[in-house]
């Protein structure tokens, strides 16, 4: 009897009388009858250990021998008789089994009484508490309608849809006093667990079942935001989760009429709301790799399921400004290197600096190179700079915004301890904690590289150079060690180094994989290439062999200069053997189910085409267009002194075609050349060589060129 809760009498059958002593007014019971039956209610076990603690017992009926009741609670001392229970012989109580639905219909009423509710979500999510549903279920006895439920409690919940549906009915709720301001109040945000969603006016935002707007005072339904604190994002960004947080908070419900056993009346209701993260595997090491029911956060739905949102129609839609809030923020998107950016603040307007935090991912998602809000175009033959309009998210944007690998904004550490630091070094600007950032997508391609950096005899190399990610933190610039490349040779390229022909067009015999030769991307081969580019210089070419040698200096003796570009291709070469199945895609460990899933979530599907790394946006090498293979469209049209008429981009293989053929492959040698193309034809515009003196302009185009190539 201890955890079943109050009992409520109903009658003796057929009845019993009582009087009442004039002299002393104590009651004395006539029993006119043997039996009285009585109904106990559920109530909630003060128990920790038992199954019913935090959770409703359920109603019984019970009949009684009155007889014994009485002489029983005649045999206790008086000063129990209110506070114990009654000890009856087993015999005189029995348990009434119930035949269809509860209540038994003995005439019995039940008080209101305060209820125990809960309701839970995700991290990354607005949770919604629909309060007059949950009190509903919580009268009945029944499962929580967000619940797993299994099948036999569908069929409790669905064999009582008709009082739910009147209860809900006929139930009021409401806060009690300051239990709504303290999940408003500012001075709080940073330690309390979750904030109410309200509207500017700091009216509580609810919804119908449909999603139309209306009141909380109608629907019982309101919002809230699990807080995401300065220290909470240091966490996330730094590949950390939050564990969980909760917040328990004191309602009241009114029921307006009476339903079934329920009387009308008002009582309290203790809500507890809980949001969880998702849980990290054991084995897990990529910050992706998270279960795929559970990243931390689920779809949106509703209203803003595969549509496109204008930011500036967000001011109209408060709910949906929450959603994308928080999801921003529980990914670690807000302050960065672009101009204006800031940390987001979870409160339903979508002020500047987030526009450009939603700009930013909305470029992340598409793929698109650097981040822009503007672009210069031509007005009136003067150059104009035209701002972006207010970002509108494609419904593209939306989707990345609910998918399971969605790019997360992260903070690179690359201290002793840390997981990047085994591996890699920072060669960004310290001083500046927004230079070593980007997305998780950056992150996990060079966490997947560290243990895969390694000789032919599968020693370690030396640690990879991180240069930074770019603004949009989807570009892995991978630097070039010192100890491969000397800065004299980074700064420009030795004039007698051969940047041309260096590769062969036909496969040598000791390429491993002949048949992948200028076919498909395959490691074995790319490590023997890489091997040619042991300071491919003129002065390291041998004589008979026709094969570069082991010095790798191009310098002098005086002044060596380290030319290891076989050993910073192998660099490159080792990141992107990653991502390739004819690399180390299939060695990479998942921690949680369905690895194969979850590796090509994270890295593509180890081929080329569908690699986590854009091959079409490679970069390997400097950036100076002004030689071989960089030679672009634009570039030569600068070279050539951008002739009106001619269609630049028709030059570019020949030219290179022609460079290769009769040996044009080092600095010195392309700009003695591409000066003569553009001294005879007049910047390629005309087929027949000038006859008279040469100009001026020539020399100095070819100083122009010769001074980004040291002698």
């Excluded at 128990?47 to 009485?70: D, F, R």
């Excluded at 019982?220 to 909760?246: E, H, W, Y």
């Amino acid at each position: 009897m201890s955890e079943r809760g109050d009992t409520n009498f109903t009658r003796a059958i057929p009845s019993a009388a009582e009087t009442r002593c004039l002299l002393c007014g104590k009651i004395y019971v006539q029993v006119l009858s043997k039996t009285l039956l009585g109904q106990l209610k559920g109530g909630y076990s003060g128990n920790m250990s038992s199954p019913y603690w935090l959770k409703q017992l359920p109603s019984q009926a019970h009949a009684w021998n009155v007889e014994a009741l009485i002489l029983a609670a005649l045999a206790m001392p008086e000063q129990d008789r209110m506070s114990k229970h009654i000890q009856l012989p087993l015999d005189a109580e029995q348990l009434v089994p119930q035949q269809g639905a509860w209540p038994l219909s003995v005439g019995t009423f039940f008080d209101l009484e305060p209820v125990k509710v809960s309701v839970e979500g995700r991290m990354g999510d607005v949770i919604e508490v629909d309060l007059k549903h949950l009190i509903a279920h919580a009268m009945l006895g029944l499962p929580r309608p967000d619940d797993e439920l299994s099948d036999a409690d569908k069929e409790k919940i669905l064999a009582k849809k008709h009082e739910i549906e009147q209860l809900i009915t006929n139930l009021s709720v409401d806060f009690v006093a300051k239990e709504k301001d303290r999940l408003v109040d500012e001075a709080t945000q940073e330690t309390r667990g979750m904030t109410l969603v309200t509207k500017a006016d700091k009216s509580i935002v609810s919804c119908t079942e449909s999603g139309a707007d209306a009141s909380f005072e109608l629907t019982g339904r309101f919002f809230v935001v699990p807080n995401i604190s300065r220290k909470d994002l240091t966490t996330l960004r730094a590949g950390g989760n939050l564990g969980t947080k909760d917040i328990q908070l004191e309602l009241s419900y009114t029921l307006g009429k009476e339903v079934g056993s329920f009387k009308e009346g008002t009582a309290k209701a203790f809500l507890t709301i809980t949001a969880n993260d998702y849980i990290k595997a054991d084995k897990a090491i990529f910050f992706g790799d998270r279960p795929l029911d559970d990243p931390g956060y689920s779809d949106f739905g509703g209203s803003m399921k595969g549509k496109a949102i204008a930011a500036e129609s967000l001011a109209n839609d408060v709910l949906s400004s929450y959603r994308i809030e928080q999801r921003l923020k529980y990914l670690g998107y807000g302050i960065s290197s672009v101009e204006g950016s800031d940390e987001i603040k979870v409160d339903g307007l979508i002020d500047k600096s987030e526009g450009i935090v939603l700009r930013k991912f909305s470029q992340i998602v598409q793929g698109k190179s650097e981040y822009k809000d503007s672009e210069e175009v031509i007005v009136k033959k003067k150059s104009t700079t035209v701002r972006y309009p207010p970002i509108t998210l494609l419904a593209s944007d939306i989707g990345w915004l609910n998918a399971y690998n969605a790019p997360h904004w992260m903070q690179y550490e690359f201290g002793m301890g840390s997981v990047l630091g085994a591996g890699w070094e920072s060669k960004t600007d310290t001083s500046r904690s927004t230079h070593t950032m980007g997305t998780s997508w950056v992150y996990d391609l060079m966490v997947s590289v560290k243990d895969n950096n390694k000789t032919a005899d599968n020693k370690g190399r030396e640690k990879l150079w991180f240069s930074g990610a770019d603004l949009l933190g989807t570009r892995l610039n991978l630097g070039v060690n010192a100890n491969y490349v000397s800065q004299a040779n980074k700064d420009q390229v030795n004039g007698k180094d051969v940047v041309l022909g260096v590769i062969p067009k036909k496969p040598a015999t000791n390429i491993p994989n002949p048949m992948a030769y200028e076919k498909q991307w395959d490691f074995d081969n790319a490590k023997v290439l890489a091997a040619l580019l042991l300071n491919p210089n003129l002065n390291n070419l041998g004589a008979t062999s026709g094969t570069f040698g082991a010095n790798a200096n191009n310098g002098t003796d005086e002044k060596p200069q380290l030319n290891k570009q076989d050993e910073a291709l192998l660099d490159f070469v080792n990141v992107y053997a990653s991502t390739q199945k004819s690399g180390f895609w299939d060695s990479i460990n998942i921690g949680n189910g369905d690895a194969e899933t979850i590796r090509k979530a994270l890295f593509g599907d180890g081929s080329q085409s569908g690699s986590v790394i854009d091959s079409k946006q490679l970069l390997i090498g400097g950036t100076a267009s002004l030689i071989g293979s960089s030679m672009t469209k634009e570039s030569l049209s600068t070279f050539m002194g951008n002739v009106s008429g001619v269609v630049y981009a028709d030059w570019i293989e020949p030219l290179q075609q022609a460079m290769l053929e009769f040996d044009i492959t080092t600095p010195q040698r392309i700009a003695a050349f591409l000066a003569q193309v553009r001294a005879e034809t007049t910047g390629l515009k005309k087929m027949k060589e000038d006859i008279g003196p040469y100009r001026v302009g020539v020399v100095s185009f070819y100083t122009k060129l010769i001074r980004y190539f040291s002698p």
